[in-house]
């Protein structure tokens, strides 16, 4: 027998069929001429243990497979859920420079991930399928069913079960072809770098309002800091107003000043700039707003990549209750319109101005005189002085409509100012604006309140200068503005009195935005001996977050682990599949020449079913085979003796 397997592999060298024992397709294909002598067809054998060099031995499949599965997939494993741990537990991004050239070349790099993903998948697909193979090669040694080799070679392709023999072993295909085609989504989604943010610290310094330096401040330059400074500002107070109303009944709105944009209002906050600002409150160059915080980066990003922060600020707001009254010349307060008809220039006008008594006062006090129209169409307003209650140090500001402006009625607006807390996130929108820092403002609701009535009469002086300032001949723009939101919501009674106090609140805070400003600015000259730099002990230390926006990995919680799911899966069940082989093989008594046989190679299964070990009769095929192959125990044995080549026997047989 010896003899004539030599002889056979002789023929197949010289039909030039033969594979080398160090090829993991060990079948030759016979000729037909040989065939017909009577040589059966048969994977080549192992060499003998005097002809096969430890060396190669090593490098056999029987050695080579589990050895390269476990190495392989546990560092997949490994490197995998390092990466996503580094990933998910701070952002990583690329070098600004590679960060420019993958956003402007996404969809080649898409491409390239999705080819190294593709890649991984493989390997890792080829090392799942070949542990399977190692492992029915080991158990065969000491017989298996016929179901179990065709099922176990279905996982290791990966195809489902068709069959519901055994419904654990369907489920478990089911999964593992799933997962299996799903790796390279898991490494594509993993891998591929996309557009993620990098926080960093930021801290700095604003005028502290509320300290005993900046309250002295007010009161030493209450002739100094007055509306005259702001004169060339006034008229914007018209749309902080208008902007506040809006934002109150859910409208889109934003108020443009000084190179800044605000939703809703300005929240008396003082804006931080990452790079100087020119402003130009008091003249029309313009002095500089200078940096007063810092940015602790970690990463360089792109600077022409988004960028946002946000601040947690000192910011001012007021408390404002308005009310319609009938007031007259006999009550308390008491207010009388006085008017004067004349003529300009051919034209009827009419100087006219309120006189206001108020509460414990023993002399009237008088508005500004405006000049209006003859039918008087005109908004007029003043205030009584800081009265202490119980609730507080409030105003009382109080508005008369007139003319087309009747229906604004006469108004008392009780305030109280306050000084406040505020989140502010800034945004460099550039669908919205063209600006190189962000510069677009939204503030939260603000919290932890405390009195400012240092603050209240230059507040209300601001807004008394712009509701003047919008009085003309023909009209007044606050009126306007006042009518215009009236109109759209007719229908509800306390309509007014939420126009008139949210318009009065924002105009109350942008004052204090612009006070900030001027003492912020360089070359204010207002602090002590003539100092443009705010002093120690009136600053406030304000701290936030910058958020860059630039590319690199960055691992979103919550089901960022299920883009693993799959992998780890396929690297589990094919270390787990090579470990529970390894600690069976004590079980599994095999020739040496087995070592060689690879159940996915379709030769090699023809080679042993050819070797004659099986007699039995199998049921047609368009029958249902499963069951029958159930029971049929089948193992790789030698043959024809210890020294013969193994093949398919009946495990009956082998015992």
Not at 584 to 600: I, T
Request: charged content about 15%; proline content about 6%.
């Amino acid at each position: 027998m010896h003899s004539s397997i030599s002889s056979s592999s002789k023929t197949l060298r010289e039909s030039g069929y033969y594979y080398s024992s160090e090829s993991y397709a060990l079948l030759g294909m016979p000729s037909s001429a040989k065939a017909a002598g009577g040589m059966k067809p048969s994977f080549s054998p192992a060499p003998s243990r005097n002809e096969t060099p430890s060396r190669l031995k090593w490098l056999s499949p029987y050695y080579l497979i589990p050895i390269t599965v476990l190495v392989v997939h546990t560092l997949l494993l490994v490197c995998s859920w390092t990466f996503f741990s580094i990933t998910i537990s701070r952002p990583v991004a690329l070098s600004p420079g590679i960060a420019l050239q993958v956003e402007d070349h996404i969809q080649s790099v898409t491409m390239v991930v999705t080819l190294v993903a593709s890649f991984i998948s493989l390997i890792s697909t080829v090392l799942y399928t070949k542990s399977i193979h190692y492992s029915l090669a080991r158990f065969l040694g000491g017989g298996v069913s016929l179901y179990t080799i065709a099922s176990a070679t279905s996982l290791a392709e990966p195809t489902p079960l068709k069959n519901f023999m055994r419904p654990t072993w369907t489920i478990a295909s089911l999964l593992l072809a799933l997962a299996v085609n799903s790796q390279t989504a898991g490494w594509t989604t993993l891998l591929l770098p996309k557009q993620i943010e990098i926080t960093s610290p930021m801290t700095g310094f604003e005028l502290d309002m509320k300290s005993v330096g900046f309250k002295q401040l007010m009161e030493d330059n209450k002739d100094t800091i007055n509306t005259d400074m702001f004169s060339r500002v006034i008229p914007i107070t018209e749309a902080s107003g208008g902007t506040a109303v809006s934002t109150h009944f859910n409208l889109p709105s934003i108020l443009n000043f000084n190179h800044f944009s605000w939703t809703n209002s300005t929240l008396g906050i003082m804006p931080v700039a990452l790079e100087e600002v020119e402003s130009s409150i008091l003249s029309v160059r313009g002095e500089t707003i200078p940096v007063n915080v810092k940015i602790d980066r970690n990463e360089e990003t792109p600077r022409s990549f988004p960028v946002r922060f946000s601040m947690t600020q000192q910011g001012f707001t007021a408390q404002v209750n308005c009310q319609q009254r009938d007031l007259d010349a006999n009550t308390s307060p008491s207010v009388r319109l006085r008017s004067q008809l004349d003529r300009l220039f051919d034209s009827p006008v009419t100087l006219a101005q309120l006189e206001l008594i108020c509460p414990a006062a023993r002399s009237p006090m008088f508005s500004e005189p405006i000049l209006t129209s003859a039918n008087v169409d005109a908004l007029f307003g003043i205030s009584c002085p800081m009265i202490q209650t119980n609730g507080g140090r409030r105003w009382d500001l109080i508005l008369v409509g007139s003319g087309i402006y009747s229906p604004i009625k006469t108004t008392v607006c009780s305030i109280w100012p306050l000084l406040d807390l505020v989140n502010v996130d800034y945004d460099d929108n550039t669908f919205v604006f063209n600006s190189s820092f962000p510069s677009f403002v939204n503030g939260s609701v603000p919290w932890s309140y405390a009195e400012a009535p240092w603050i209240g009469n230059f507040a209300l002086s601001v807004f008394l200068r712009g509701l003047r300032v919008g009085q003309s001949t023909t009209g007044n723009s606050m009126g306007d503005t006042v009518l215009t939101f009236l109109s759209s919501v007719q229908n509800d009674p306390n309509a007014l009195s939420q126009i008139l106090a949210e318009y009065t609140r924002g105009v109350l805070e942008l004052s204090v935005t612009m006070l900030r400003m001027v003492f912020t600015q360089n070359g204010n000259g207002l602090y002590p001996g003539g100092n443009s730099t705010i002093p120690e002990s009136m600053r406030l230390n304000i701290n936030g977050t910058h958020r860059a926006t630039t590319i690199g990995w960055h691992q979103v919680g919550g089901t960022a682990g299920s883009i693993l799911i799959a992998p780890t899966f396929v690297s589990i069940v094919s270390i787990l599949i090579v470990v529970v082989t390894l600690a069976s093989k004590g079980r599994n008594q095999e020739a040496e020449a087995s070592h060689y046989f690879d159940p996915g190679d379709i030769l090699h299964i023809i080679s042993a079913s050819a070797a004659g070990g099986i007699k039995m009769q199998f049921p047609p095929y368009h029958e249902d085979t499963a069951e029958s192959s159930e029971h049929v125990q089948i193992k790789l044995a030698p043959v024809e003796g210890p020294e013969t080549q193994p093949g398919f026997v009946s495990w009956e047989s082998a015992k």
